[in-house]
């Protein structure tokens, strides 16, 4: 039992550190799985589905903007990486990480791979999994905040987020830690 995990939302300026740990089932391989920045929204969508189905295990952390501003984004990610792997309803016998660190204390064996989500199923699963509740979790704030655009930008600093961040100030869900966000705070 290996568990893959991927984080999504590290550069973005507002919203959570999205974490998931995703163990597959050997017997049921999922065809199509990759790196879920090469696939397009709704394939993302299907393949989240049937990895919810198929997959042996699979458990999503989010950490909200306050918590990634407490510790910064390094350490959030760490802790929701280490999160998703301990709710875990199976316990793996290793863990693979997208990247170049294993998040300390993470009590498993485990082995960092340099883009993993290209290279390992597991991992590609995770990463598809953490992509789509964060999809989803901007599309909820746009309802909430709609002059934002984060519908298109998912909160990423584009051209658009900055302006509309200068007209219209920071929503609470934005990251006050962040330099443009840290910024505008100070005027």
Not at 21 to 30: C, D, E, F, T, Y
Not at 46 to 51: F, V
Not at 150 to 159: E, L
Request: include cysteine; glycine fraction near 8%.
């Amino acid at each position: 039992m290996i568990a893959g995990v991927d984080e999504v939302g590290r550069g973005p300026l507002l919203g959570p550190v999205v974490a998931a740990a995703v163990i597959l089932n050997p017997a049921r391989p999922i065809q199509g799985l990759a790196d879920s920045k090469v696939l397009s929204a709704s394939r993302r969508d299907a393949l989240a589905q049937t990895i919810y189905a198929e997959a042996e295990a699979v458990m999503v952390v989010a950490l909200d903007a306050a918590t990634v501003d407490r510790l910064n984004i390094l350490q959030a990610t760490f802790e929701a990486m280490r999160q998703a792997v301990a709710g875990l309803s199976v316990i793996p016998s290793r863990v693979l990480i997208d990247g170049n660190r294993v998040p300390p204390g993470l009590g498993l064996p485990a082995e960092a791979v340099v883009k993993g989500d290209q290279k390992r199923a597991s991992i590609s699963a995770a990463s598809i999994v953490a992509k789509v509740y964060r999809d989803r979790w901007c599309l909820a704030y746009h309802a909430k905040f709609p002059g934002y655009g984060f519908d298109r930008h998912k909160g990423y600093p584009t051209a658009e987020h900055l302006a509309c961040l200068r007209a219209l100030g920071p929503t609470p869900e934005h990251r006050r830690s962040f330099k443009p966000v840290a910024q505008l705070q100070l005027l």
